[in-house]
Structures are given as C-alpha cells and as structure tokens.
Nanobody, 130 residues
C-alpha cells in the first residue's frame, strides 16, 4: 500500500518557522522526486519544492526560494521541508507528493503540468497569522 504521511503543520506567526516531514512507503523512493504541493483556499494547487533522492537535485517555486529548504533522509524514506520567514500567503494545505518529473525538468516547465504527481498524501494545514 502506497503511503505518504505528512506531519509538522500548524499555526505560526508571520516571520516564524515550521518543519514539515513526509514519510513514504509502498513504492520505490528512488523512482520519483518527492516533495510538496500546496493548495490555498480558492486557489489552484502549486508545486512548492521537491528533491531527487538519486542526485539530490532540487526544485523550488519562485514564491519560496530563499525561504524554504528541502532535504531527504534516504535511509528513512523521509523528506523534510524547512520553512522560514513564513508569510500569510504561505497559508495552505501542504501535500506530500511523488512527482512524475525530476527537479531539473520541473525547473524548465511552467503551468500546472509540471506538478503532475503519481501519489499524494492526505495533507497538513499550515496557517500563518499576521
């Protein structure tokens, strides 16, 4: 059974930090770039960040560059997203996802097609207050 289990969401003030974790199981970790998709109320889903376990390449959306850092522990099949300098516009449900395209390809694409995923978790809510 494929599972992507997120943890670490919550309520934080603007300027604060949170760390999300995603534990993956039931599929070959190395076959996908694992990362995060977020959806704010009334908005389309947005691919936030992902990492390739094979070459450690990463992708970040422009909206989070310089503030978010993704990392992985391949021994534990776990991916982390350290979110610093959080803004109210970061408020969303964050979903862990196994993305179809590697980070290097996602960086060259635009539109929702780049965020195609094979598997997705249940999501964790991140709320950033003013």
């Amino acid at each position: 059974e494929v599972q992507l289990v997120e943890s670490g969401g919550g309520l934080v003030q603007a300027g604060g930090s949170l760390r999300l974790s995603c534990a993956a199981s039931g599929f070959t970790f190395d076959d996908y770039a694992i990362g995060w998709l977020r959806q704010a109320p009334g908005k389309e889903p947005e691919g936030v960040s992902c990492i390739s376990s094979s070459d450690r390449s990463t992708f970040y959306a422009d909206s989070v560059k310089g503030r978010f850092t993704i990392s992985s522990d391949n021994a534990k099949n776990t991916v982390y997203l350290q979110m610093n300098s959080l803004k109210p516009e970061d408020t969303a449900v964050y979903y862990c996802a196994a993305f179809v395209f590697p980070p290097s390809v996602m960086a060259t694409m635009s539109g929702p097609g780049k965020d195609e995923y094979a598997y997705r978790g249940q999501g964790t809510l991140v709320t950033v207050s003013t």
